[in-house]
């Protein structure tokens, strides 16, 4: 808590996400804001062994805290991961980085901060949850108590907020968006079902269909330049992924009385056409309240998921 000898410019939460191909860490003030030169990035990734992982969130950690501005103080530590996870034992399995199944995240960076000397609570939730803290707090959906936030990237994870507060669920995968099934649309085979939208809209399986029907490329930035310079495989692609998460969203606005969902990541910036096709298939369907719901990029920079680990140190009383 705030002090007068400790004013709420000097205390700093230690953010750490974890996904699919990095994990990131950085230390964020009060308002949002990455302390310069505190943020520090390391690989992850489907190879990555639990030495190797083990390392890179250490090191991650470590390299943040070292950065933190003289006379400030970390009151917590702050964890969005790739899910599943389970909140309550801290344990984190996410799909992409099949070396770590129910591996005790939360102990682990527990330890790192006591090594640095920390006694501070460190929590852990769904990176999901975190980037919709983050757009609740500082983006693209201040003010709006009926909120979804996606992350569309190597995966696709998402976060509730329903008036005004944070819905985790018992196991805290509440708002796991990428994982509902979205009618007969067929993705990879890669895990769980390939009906699910991940298997099928996701940036690596959108270029993996793309290749099916004769794309050359093998990235999701080479997929966007095609979709720009017009190639029809690529523009179908895009659209195929967008009606995918538009059906998605639309069940889940159905469901939940959703006001706005602010979608990020890599793959969402593919163009701005990938939220033109999402907002077709809300505007054709037959609720009123389903066609209320606004779809929009999300309001923050490639920060946005630290600044939601951030959030849930400074922004805890969200939670449930």
Known sequence: MPTDLQPSSALFALAVDFGGTKVEAALVDTDGRLVEGSRHRR?????????????????????????????????GVGIGSAGPIDRQRGLVSPLNVPHWRDYPMRDFVSRVATELGLS??????????????????????????????????T?????????????????????????????????????????????????????????REGFEGSTGEELAAAYAAGDPVAREAIARTGRAVGHAIASATA????????????????????????????AEHYFPFVRKVRIVPSGLSSEGPLIGAAALIHRAHLLP
């Open 255 to 282: 469901l939940l009385d959703l006001e706005l969902v602010a979608i990020g990541g890599g793959f969402s910036h593919s163009t701005p056409d990938l939220f033109d096709h999402m907002r077709a298939v809300i």
């Open 43 to 75: 690989p992850t990734g489907r190879n990555a062994t639990v030495p190797e992982l083990e390392e890179s969130v250490g090191g991650v950690v470590r390299a943040a805290f070292a950065a933190l501005p003289e006379g400030g103080r970390i009151v």
């Open 120 to 153: 501070v609570p460190v929590t852990l939730e769904m990176d999901g949850v975190a980037i919709t803290m983050a757009e609740h707090w500082v983006g693209a959906a201040q003010g709006v108590e009926n909120v979804m936030g996606m992350v569309i990237s």
């Open 155 to 211: 995966g696709i994870g998402g976060g509730l907020i329903v008036g005004g507060r944070v819905i985790t669920g018992p196991t805290g995968n509440a708002g796991h968006i990428g994982h509902v099934e979205v009618g007969d649309i067929r993705g990879e085979d890669t895990f769980g079902s390939p009906f699910a939208l991940e298997a099928m809209a996701s940036g690596p399986h959108t270029v993996a269909w793309a290749r």
